[in-house]
């Protein structure tokens, strides 16, 4: 397999504050995991800068707009109880979505066979007009629409197994048949959305989880709802929301997955998109607060990623 990483040192300097969760920490775990010596084949590339086109089609211009206008010169600027932003964030956010949109690109040109992101701010809870839950811009959205406006694509797939719902990326394509988003999470948790009966025009697919569910409840929603509906929806391009969050050690949250069930999830994700659509498969980095679960947890998806 030929996988490449996207990664800048501009994501570290995306500052939210003392003890906030979504911290600089994180990038440099993921980094240093990436750095062992079974990823020296790994193809790394500098994220590029994302343009104002790409966002647009996801975001409106007057809010990229108001975020822009909300970065402070210097110091932390809370957009609301959990989003701060400080003089590095929309720069930091810009290369997030000049990654995840180059990462199709590269599978769409058949420079790789698939990508993974390690990018911050995460994206998913970014709705089309309002900036939420660490996020800033939706860059699974951004991703999908790219690979239909600039490749041609007719339907494309959002996988996300982030503890948290993806109410952005649901939100953004409520009304949209040729994208399906499917979402394993923990359910009563942030957002409050993902409940099963949310369904879109019928490409939205939730399983939601209880706390204290593992591997055996998490792999049977992936066996009889995501699976099968990604199935008959025969996307033309797999992304991945990769959120670690739902790793046992993590403090947000109350799941009991191991690093293990993210591999097994990868694999199951690479075998549909080999029947699919010539394994073309994009991963984007969303939410992991503990260090440790965040390192080993990115170890396992990557190398899957890498040896199939």
Known sequence: ????????PI?????????????PERMQAVTAALEDEAFQHLDRAEAPEGSLEAIY?????????KVATTIPEEGLVRVDNDTIVSPKSFTAALHGVGAATAAVDDVMTDECDNVFVAARPPSHHAERQTAMGFCLFNNAAIAARHAQTVHGL????IVDWDVHHGNGTQDIFWEDSSVMYC???QMPLYPGTGAKGETGQGNIVNAPL????????????FRSRVLPALRDFHPDLVIISAGFDAHHRDPLANLMLTEADFDWATAELMALADRAC???????????????????????????????
Not at 57 to 65: K, N, T
């Open 11 to 23: 994501f570290a300097e995306h500052l939210t504050g003392p003890g906030h969760p979504e911290r």
């Open 183 to 185: 979402s394993t999470h």
């Open 57 to 65: 089609r996801c975001h409106p211009e007057d809010y990229v707009r």
């Open 278 to 308: 010539d394994g073309r498969l994009v991963s984007l980095l969303e939410g992991g607060y503990d260090l440790h679960g965040l390192a080993v947890s990115t170890t396992a998806h990557v190398k899957r990623m890498m040896t199939g």
């Open 154 to 157: 007719d339907r494309v797939a």
């Open 1 to 8: 397999m030929r996988t490449r990483l996207y990664h800048h």
């Open 210 to 221: 209880s706390a204290g569910d593992g591997s055996d409840v998490f792999k049977d929603a």
